[in-house]
């Protein structure tokens, strides 16, 4: 089992930073590849930030051509924490983010949080 539970979102005004924060309680958790895939209203989810193990020590990390330079994923296997550092936040980067979470060797993200609402002001 992995449940996986966001917080950090709220209300900011642009150019403002946020913080999120996954959890996923469980030792498991320390070997999935994770991300963050925010959903806007009306429209699909995105992703705009994953770690990807390339082996038992180190992972990439990657984001999408929007959010590339203002955000930052990290993740603390310690805490079981996943996070995403958003600088220099926009109007467009509005949307409900989910945490994910896929198995090794897996393709698709099989566990997903609630998702943690972030509003970015003009």
């Known amino acids: 089992q992995l449940h996986l539970v966001e917080s950090g979102g709220g209300l900011v005004q642009a150019g403002d930073s946020l913080r999120l924060s996954c959890a996923a309680p469980g030792r498991t958790s320390s070997s999935y590849d994770m991300g963050w895939f925010p959903q806007a209203p009306g429209k699909e989810r995105e992703m705009v930030a994953v770690t990807r193990w390339r082996d038992s020590w180190s992972y990439d990390a990657n984001y999408a051509d929007s959010v590339k330079g203002r955000f930052t994923i990290s993740r603390d296997n310690a805490k079981n924490t996943l996070y995403l550092h958003m600088n220099s936040l926009k109007p467009e980067d509005t949307a409900v983010y989910y945490c994910?979470?896929?198995?090794?060797?897996?393709?698709?993200?099989?566990?997903w949080g609630q998702g943690t609402q972030v509003t970015v002001s003009s």
């Open positions: 994910a979470a896929r198995t090794p060797f897996g393709e698709e993200y099989d566990y």
